[in-house]
């Protein structure tokens, strides 16, 4: 419970602290650690043989409670999101400073409270739990998507919010609902809840309805909230994109079908096929709209949604490996992710470029940005040295386990579109010249150290991950059952 309380205390003295900038900026800089520590001594106490320290917030009445709990899967998100907020953080207040933005109390106290709601969706024991922080989570990144203020962030704010607001609204929470009905339970549970109460026919409209409810999982065609969210300052990106919502929203699909549904009955359900080809279809179609995307955080997005359709794919196979593969995924793109969207970020603050038609040269320029820039490249398109290898090679093995050769085919191809839309900017950035002759163009200018020292830092968490995969892999097959 203190991982998820952490945050929000820590938001209320953010924003206490609005008109006293040094106090304001310290806790900023010290809110991370502490919930990084507590984090990491859940893990330690659960790996180590301890119980779960299933804690009862509120009962609303009997078996329906808001409860939390560390479980092997919510460990690893978890960890994830509180390792990259240490990240996030001062690269957040470096570029924010850099671009002049105003009202930095605000938009660091929604930081943190999206971080705490993500806590509270990690460590939730059940359906009601994770639905409560979720919506949470919606609620408080609205006002860092439109935080500029600018009718054109206000207007990207409304579709984010209302797209994950219609699903999780008229598709999850009635979901839940019937599930509550149907089998007396919402706690998530070893094989399942459904399995042996609800007929395959009923849990197969279930399934679909609650892979869409997900909004946050991007999956086609309720994805628009995702590009549309682009608007929003680069902190705000990296936060929505690699660390609490869309991670929460794979999560979220992994969870429901390992806890709910039962990696045998999805088997068995009619709309397994239906939904997997959907979440297919999503993976290969939003690469090749990346691959038209000029603009580099329009392209690093649309990159997302492919990339979280793997997750789900993963999770639809049903497969003890995929479903390995999927959290695995969860975690490597994570940090592969945020290190490109760190990067966009720097090159607009130190060079005000947000194209990838005009990174031609950049490398002398940011040659550092862009070393980051290339590892984060091969973390997301899953090639070695990175992290991204591994999570791709065992969604992959799920595949071929279970005979589904087109998926593994559409893995192979996606993978190609990948290099398609992430190898151009890099090519560009080593390979060609500057423009023009201006000798104080040639000169080196990174961005504020603020910015620099994080991406750095992810895109060596992505090297750290390829040799460091066995323990994630140990704790992922420690919750799968």
Known sequence: MLAVLIPFIGAALIAAAARRPRLRDGLCFGLPIPLFLTVVGVLVNRVGGGHDGQQTIVELMPGLTITLSAQPLGLVFA?????????????????MRAG????????????????????????????????????????????????????????????????????????????IIWIWHATGTLSFTNGGILTDQVPT????????????????????????WLPAAMVAPTPVSALLHAVAVVKAGVFSVLTVVLYIFGLEYTQSLVTQPMMLGVAVFTMLAASL??????????????????????????????????????????????????TLFFCAGAIYVANGINTVSGMDGLARRMPLTMLAFFIGALCV?????????????????GAWSTGEYLVVAAFVLSTLLNVGYLMPPVMRAFLRPLPGNDPSQQRVSEAPALCLIPLLVTAAG???LF??????YRLLTMGIP
Request: aromatic share 10%; charged share 10%.
């Open 467 to 472: 040799i460091l995969a066995d323990p994630a």
């Open 100 to 175: 002049g933005y105003h009202h930095l109390a605000r938009f660091m106290a929604c930081y943190a409270i999206a971080l705490g709601a993500t806590m509270g969706i990690a460590f939730a024991e059940n359906l009601l739990t994770l639905y409560l922080f979720y919506e949470i989570l919606s609620i408080s990144t609205y006002p860092l998507v439109a935080h500029t203020g600018t009718e054109k962030a206000r207007s990207g704010g409304r579709t984010y919010l209302s797209l994950l607001l219609v699903t999780s609204i008229g598709l999850m929470l009635p979901a």
């Open 462 to 464: 992505t090297l750290v």
């Open 201 to 224: 026919s009923i849990g197969a409209i279930v399934l679909v309805v609650l892979i869409y409810g997900i909004g946050k999982a991007a999956i086609m065609p309720f994805h628009r």
């Open 381 to 397: 398109i899953g090639l070695p040295p990175t992290g991204g290898f591994w999570s791709k090679w065992y969604l992959i093995s």
């Open 289 to 338: 709209v990346a691959l038209r995307q000029d603009n580099l955080k329009a392209r690093l997005a649309y990159s997302t949604v492919s990339q979280l359709a793997y997750i789900v794919t993963g999770a639809l196979l049903a497969t003890e490996l995929s479903a390995i593969g999927g959290g695995l995924h969860m975690l490597m793109h994570g940090f592969g992710k945020i």
């Open 79 to 95: 960890l994830l999101a509180a390792t990259l907020y240490i990240a996030a953080t001062p690269y957040a207040i470096g570029y």
